[in-house]
RNA sequence: AGACACCAUGUUGC
DNA sequence: GCAACATGGTGTCT
């Protein structure tokens, strides 16, 4: 795995859009489902999808791949936030995939029609809120079949919410 | 690697020194960190580092030459307990090294320097105390950066501790 | 093909 | 906190 320093690390910038993802599976092989958040500035965007029946790792890549469906502007840059060092490890070329081969191949091609991407490494549970969140929506994604593709708008500091 | 026979084996008698050894690392290769149990009659050392980024058979060889470090009395006889089949393989010569060839002739020959030496694989995470706890230390060294190097007196079965 | 070790993730149970 | 299972990876040797 490794994590990568992230304190001393630059953000990409203000027009970057950050994808948290997250898969879960009740039991593994078993009925997996994807959690999803994109934010661009100001907004952002819930997705949560029951994807049928696999494996832990097949839920978290299919996750980065609903993710990155979302995004239009491919000339932005993308940080990909994720806990699963596998999925990372595999669409980063540090690992080689042996199994889920077409899944990880369709993931990269994507990937490489953008023109900026970047993984950050999270770990799972340490109390990052969208991590924790995207986290949810997988688990209920998975155990009650739970869908969702909704806006929100972030809280700005100081101005009540109507 | 097939385990020897633990219960009938002589034990290497009272004067011996024994070292339970462990290396981890978080990811492989990842940082590495190493943990280390001396022995020898009633008293104990314990000893933590973490040692910088590498794989996992350098972190087990590290932690059997940082606790070789630790001997003063090399007429003694040594007990080097560790669960890597690799590590004992390369250092008794029963493997061949293709990698790490530095490391493993530095600690072959920090063993050659001691009058009596066995080696003693151990199955991790079978439930032996004193393997246990150095991978306990391992873990956290390598995980944390956890570094520890104190001394212990065993307890006398029947004399209340103090 | 096998062995040992080191991990990551996902679950289940108490 | 403690068990256990499965899916996936590397480091190393035979």
């Known amino acids: 795995m490794e994590s990568e320093a992230v304190a001393p690390r630059a953000s990409a910038g203000p ?35 029951p994807i049928g029946r696999g494996t832990s790792n097949v839920a978290e890549l299919s996750a980065i791949e609903r993710g990155l469906r979302e995004i239009r502007r491919r000339d932005l840059p993308v940080v990909i936030v994720s806990d699963s060092s596998y999925a990372i490890g595999v669409l980063s070329g540090r690992l080689r995939a042996h199994a889920n081969v077409d899944l990880v191949r369709r993931v990269a091609e994507l990937i490489a029609g953008f023109k900026d991407i970047r993984f950050r490494r999270v770990r799972g549970h340490a109390g990052m809120p969208e991590n924790e969140e995207v986290d949810r929506l997988a688990v209920r994604a998975a155990a009650e079949g739970f869908r969702c593709d909704d806006l929100r708008s972030l809280p700005i500091p100081g101005v009540p919410e109507p």
């Open 15 to 49: 027009d970057a859009v950050y994808l948290f993802c997250d898969g879960a599976c009740r039991g593994n092989p078993g009925p997996m489902g994807i959690g999803v958040l994109l934010r661009y500035g100001r907004a952002e965007k819930l997705i949560a999808e």
